[in-house]
């Protein structure tokens, strides 16, 4: 079992920028993928960024330029640096760990963006 701690979110001013944080523990496997997804209310969950243990990383179009994923390995914990934050962007957060056979999500933390 994988556990995910999250926190950073809340509101923000359109414009302005957030950092989530979610570390990892439990039975971590030196190969993964870490990343955020975010589902806003009536839409399906979607994928916002993710970055492997090797440091590649995959934004979605709408964040790309905006949005900073990174990780610190030996903290087991992935980042989420939020700037030129647009309402549109408001959504629960959730932060995922995937690694061979096993897929965890943490509880998720709102991220509220007003214009």
């Known amino acids: 079992q994988v556990q995910l701690v999250e926190s950073g979110g809340g509101l923000v001013q359109a414009g302005g920028s957030l950092r989530l944080s979610c570390a990892a523990s439990g039975n971590i496997f030196s190969i993964n993928t870490m990343g955020w997804y975010r589902q806003a209310p009536g839409k399906q969950r979607e994928l916002v960024a993710q970055?492997?243990?090797?440091?590649?990383?995959n934004y979605a179009d709408s964040v790309k330029g905006r949005f900073t994923i990174s990780r610190d390995n030996a903290k087991n914990t992935v980042y989420l640096r939020m700037g030129s934050l647009k309402p549109e962007d408001t959504a629960v957060y959730y932060c995922n760990y995937k690694q061979i056979l096993s897929n965890y999500w943490g509880q998720g933390t709102q991220v509220t963006v007003s214009s």
């Open positions: 970055i492997t243990s090797g440091g590649s990383t």
